[in-house]
């Protein structure tokens, strides 16, 4: 979220002051630079372009919160983004709070009506939005089982997670008592809100591990340990994101950003992260002899999917 509320929004009077008038600011949109964010509103393309999903909900965010007469209060995803939860689908509005009265808005906003109480906002960096807490309630309520773990996770981990592996159990039970506090206040997807409340887990530390734990219940697997510490050499300590013991299981989650993340973090190439992975998997196969398979965003688009890919490894849940 900070590389995008750095990123500077550019006015069309701004524009105008350089000589850029309708023609010229029509001419070079078709060129490519700059992006149009909201009428009126632009942003240099390559800023636009070295955005994260998340970082673009943010751009677009401030740029509401530039143009509109009111304050926005921003609830839903829009909110979990502003307060650093990740989006694993953007459709390109924004979610905003409103009173009961008020009329509708552009379809790139999505109002939210009669939900609005005096006070109950944060505010970040100018930008308002509800309380994580109602944030993650409003989420479980209304988005996809996907979207509102993944958020879910993102939010209690946040809350009770300090790495490598340390989980506070009460601090989470806080969290959630906390947002089923918020769920409990209207009927509408009061119950599909509890289910993924008690289902969150903040050791689940990606969307795709999140999702992994939705399509791994899906399939009738026991709920899997997470961020299992395997002894390593030298006195350090493996973390492997499932541990599938109803099975005798271990599995990971792979993602891009993960090898990312991992070569970056560290200064390696690609090549040296990949080759240090294989070491380190060659060494928990041969600590536990327990199985290990890998999987990835490929696999996880459903339950069936992730199946096969077990099965061909010779995993399947119990009874099957």
Known sequence: MTVALA??????????????????????????????????????????????????????????????????????????????????????????????????????????????????????????????????????????????????????????????????????????????????????GRRTAERILLFADGRAQRPGESISRLRLHDLGFAPPSLQVPVAGPNGTTYWVDFGLDDVDARGEFDGRIKYRELAGGAGRSPFEVMDAEKKREDWIRGTTQRRLVRWGWEDIRDAATLGRRLRAFGIDPPGR
């Open 7 to 188: 990123v500077p929004l550019i006015r069309r009077r701004q524009l105008e002051e350089i000589g850029w008038y309708s023609r010229r600011v029509n001419r070079e949109l078709e060129r490519g630079y700059p992006t149009r964010v909201r009428n009126g509103v632009y942003i240099r393309s390559a800023d636009f372009e070295s955005l994260t999903v998340e970082g673009r909900i943010v751009v677009r965010a401030r740029t509401l919160a530039l143009v509109a007469t009111t304050r926005p209060v921003f609830c839903g995803i829009t909110a979990a983004v502003l307060q650093g939860m990740p989006c694993v689908r953007d459709d390109g509005r924004l979610h905003v709070l409103t009173a009961a009265d008020r009329a509708g808005a552009g379809p790139d906003i999505v109002r939210h009506r009669g939900l609005l109480e005096a006070q109950h906002y944060v505010d970040l960096d100018g930008l308002r939005c509800t309380p994580l807490a109602q944030t993650v309630a409003d989420v479980a309520r209304g988005e996809s089982r996907e979207t509102a773990v993944s958020i879910a996770d993102a939010a209690v981990r946040e809350r009770a997670f300090t790495p490598p592996g340390n989980y506070d159990v009460e601090e989470a039970e806080r969290f959630r008592e906390e947002a089923l506090t918020w769920a409990n206040r209207t009927t509408r």
